[in-house]
Structure formats: C-alpha cells, structure tokens
C-alpha cells in the first residue's frame, strides 16, 4: 500500500536572492504524480508575527506527517519556534544563500533529493537552545565580530561571495575585543574575547568549522570564545573549512550559561541580526525538535 503523506510547506519568497525558480514550483512538479499526498503551501509575507500565528494555528488544525521550511536558516528557525514539542518532523528545502542548518545536518542541496528525504520519512530528535526565554536558536548564533558582519551584510544589500567578502574585510577591519563573563553552573569564566558562538550546530552555511564539537542531541551546547583573530586564520576557517585554531579557542560545554558583556556587543540568532545586548541567559531544550533526515546519516 502507497503510504500516504499530508505536509505544509513554509515557503519563504524573500530567501535566496538570486535563485531562478520558485522552490513551490518545484514542490508541486515533485508530488504531482504522487496524488495520495496532500501538499499545502504556506507563503510567508514577511510580518513575522502575523506569519507565526497563522502557522501556528494551521499546525494545530490537522494532523500533519510533516511541515517543511523552504528558505534559510531564518526560516528554519521560524519553523522550528512553531514546531517545538510538537513531535511532527520539520523538513528543510535550503532555498536560503547559506543554509547552514541543512548543511549541519548533511541534508542534500538539491531540491528534488531533499525533497525525497522528507519523502523517505526517516527522523530524528534534536536539542534547540533557548534564548532569554523568548527566542530560540535552532543553529548558530553569537556576539561580537560575526554578528556585525551579518548587521553589515544585511544593510549593505550586497550579494555574492565577492560582496560577502567586501563587507567580511571591512567588519575584520573594526574588529574589538570585549570582555565577557561565562556562567555555566560550574564555573565563572571571565575573558577577552572577539566573538562568542552559542553553538548547538558545528558549522556556518560558508562551512567554517567553529564548533568541532558539535552534537545536535547530546542535551548540551558549546559556548565557543574566539579569544585571537589573525586575518591569515579567519581565511583560513572560511575557505578552507577546518576548525578554528584550538590555541585561539576556547570551547565550554553547558546545559544553561549566563553571559554577560560589560559593553553592549552585536547579537546575531541563526544568521539575523538582533541588536546590541550585554547580557544573555541561553538554555538546553533537549530533544525539542523532530527533523527529517538522511536515510543512514
Ligand atoms: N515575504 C517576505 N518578504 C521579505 N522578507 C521576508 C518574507 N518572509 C520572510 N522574510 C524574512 O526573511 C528572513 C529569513 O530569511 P532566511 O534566513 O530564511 O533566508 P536567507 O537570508 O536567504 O538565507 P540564509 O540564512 O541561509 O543566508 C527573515 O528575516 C524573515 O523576516
């Protein structure tokens, strides 16, 4: 018997700048001739508030196998804050420039075989960080030098990896150590840091490693401090994908930490510029999320 599939697709029409086809086109191409699954297509629009209740109401409505996010690690994210505790899976189309998360969780590029992995049904429970209690990072996020650079890239409207590196020299260029206090439960860590990753995932959408440690189920997150930068390293991490220098480095493992900065420092959350904040509380939430994923991965 054919097993029959209800999904929601979150399509993000604003991701992926210069893409040639609309991720929807190619959702509806692949289940046209699989007429046993339902498919509903959710456009957001861009009021983040507006968009969130009404997926929210529309995953309370019907019983579905899965919700899919169709854009980047900002719309995985989006999706995520609706799914949590639900236990339906969320599939992710990487129609974003980065796609971070898809690439953490070694989930294919093209659409067709994403598409075919949230077709194969095969799943997994992963840990989402929370954020002062209000927002949760499902990927990467982080204070200081990274998180300006994503303020810059989002301002500049550049695009390309010929601008990315434009705006990458100019944010290396104003680069400031700040001092930072680390409470993980068991230790107060105070240090001078350039960028400090909450990091539930290992790598950022270009591949940089910045967390060689990275388990998405372990019930823990790594508060990664990058306490030295050279312009040679920070290449280096980008276009060669190895890890940041572990003597430059700092990794400290939490469940909850505490991180307080003296002066206020740019906050990023799974590639979207926050503010300036000088004090966050982040926590664990263990096996809070179901995704889809590679059949043997
Ligand atoms: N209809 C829309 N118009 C404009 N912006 C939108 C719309 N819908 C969502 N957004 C915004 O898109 C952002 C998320 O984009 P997302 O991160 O998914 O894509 P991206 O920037 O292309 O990808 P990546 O993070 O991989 O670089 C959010 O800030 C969200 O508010």
Same mark, same amino acid.
């Given at each position: 018997?054919?097993? %029959?599939?209800?999904?929601?697709?979150?399509?993000?029409?604003?991701?992926?700048?210069?893409? %040639?086809?609309?991720?929807?086109?190619?959702?509806?191409?692949?289940?046209?001739?699989?007429?046993?699954?339902?498919?509903?297509?959710?456009?957001?629009?861009?009021?983040?508030?507006?968009?969130?209740?009404?997926?929210?109401?529309?995953?309370?409505?019907?019983?579905?196998?899965?919700?899919?996010?169709?854009?980047?690690?900002?719309?995985?994210?989006?999706?995520?804050?609706?799914?949590?505790?639900?236990?339906?899976?969320?599939?992710?189309?990487?129609?974003?420039?980065?796609?971070?998360?898809?690439?953490?969780?070694?989930?294919?590029?093209?659409?067709?075989?994403?598409?075919?992995?949230?077709?194969?049904?095969?799943? %997994?429970?992963?840990?989402?960080?929370?954020?002062?209690?209000?927002?949760?990072?499902?990927?990467?996020?982080?204070?200081?030098?990274?998180?300006?650079?994503?303020?810059?890239?989002?301002?500049?409207?550049?695009?390309?990896?010929?601008?990315?590196?434009?705006?990458?020299?100019?944010?290396?260029?104003?680069?400031?150590?700040?001092?930072?206090?680390?409470?993980?439960?068991?230790?107060?860590?105070?240090?001078?840091?350039?960028?400090?990753?909450?990091?539930?995932?290992?790598?950022?959408?270009?591949?940089?490693?910045?967390?060689?440690?990275?388990?998405?189920?372990?019930?823990?997150?790594?508060?990664?401090?990058?306490?030295?930068?050279?312009?040679?390293?920070?290449?280096?991490?980008?276009?060669?994908?190895?890890?940041?220098?572990?003597?430059?480095?700092?990794?400290?493992?939490?469940?909850?930490?505490?991180?307080?900065?003296?002066?206020?420092?740019?906050?990023?959350?799974?590639?979207?510029?926050?503010?300036?904040?000088?004090?966050?509380?982040?926590?664990?939430?263990?096996?809070?999320?179901?995704?889809?994923?590679?059949?043997?991965?």
């Amino acid at each position: 018997m054919i097993k %029959k599939i209800r999904l929601l697709f979150i399509i993000n029409p604003a991701s992926g700048k210069n893409r %040639k086809i609309a991720p929807q086109e190619v959702v509806q191409r692949y289940f046209a001739d699989k007429p046993a699954n339902e498919i509903t297509l959710f456009i957001l629009t861009g009021d983040v508030k507006k968009d969130v209740a009404e997926i929210t109401a529309l995953i309370q409505q019907r019983g579905w196998n899965g919700v899919v996010a169709a854009g980047g690690d900002g719309t995985v994210k989006l999706v995520a804050g609706c799914l949590l505790y639900t236990d339906i899976p969320l599939g992710i189309l990487p129609a974003g420039s980065a796609n971070g998360m898809a690439r953490d969780l070694c989930l294919p590029e093209n659409w067709e075989a994403a598409l075919q992995v949230i077709a194969d049904g095969v799943v %997994k429970h992963i840990d989402v960080i929370s954020i002062n209690g209000r927002e949760i990072s499902v990927h990467l996020s982080d204070i200081g030098l990274n998180a300006l650079l994503v303020k810059y890239f989002e301002r500049s409207g550049v695009r390309g990896m010929l601008g990315y590196a434009r705006v990458a020299f100019k944010t290396f260029y104003y680069r400031q150590q700040f001092a930072v206090v680390i409470d993980n439960g068991a230790e107060e860590v105070r240090r001078n840091a350039f960028m400090i990753v909450l990091a539930n995932a290992g790598r950022y959408g270009t591949g940089a490693c910045i967390n060689p440690e990275s388990d998405l189920s372990d019930g823990i997150f790594e508060v990664v401090l990058i306490k030295q930068l050279s312009l040679i390293e920070t290449l280096k991490m980008m276009f060669s994908h190895r890890p940041f220098n572990p003597r430059k480095t700092e990794i400290i493992r939490a469940r909850k930490a505490h991180i307080y900065t003296r002066r206020k420092a740019e906050f990023q959350i799974d590639g979207e510029y926050i503010g300036k904040v000088n004090d966050i509380n982040a926590e664990i939430l263990p096996r809070a999320l179901v995704v889809y994923v590679t059949a043997g991965r």
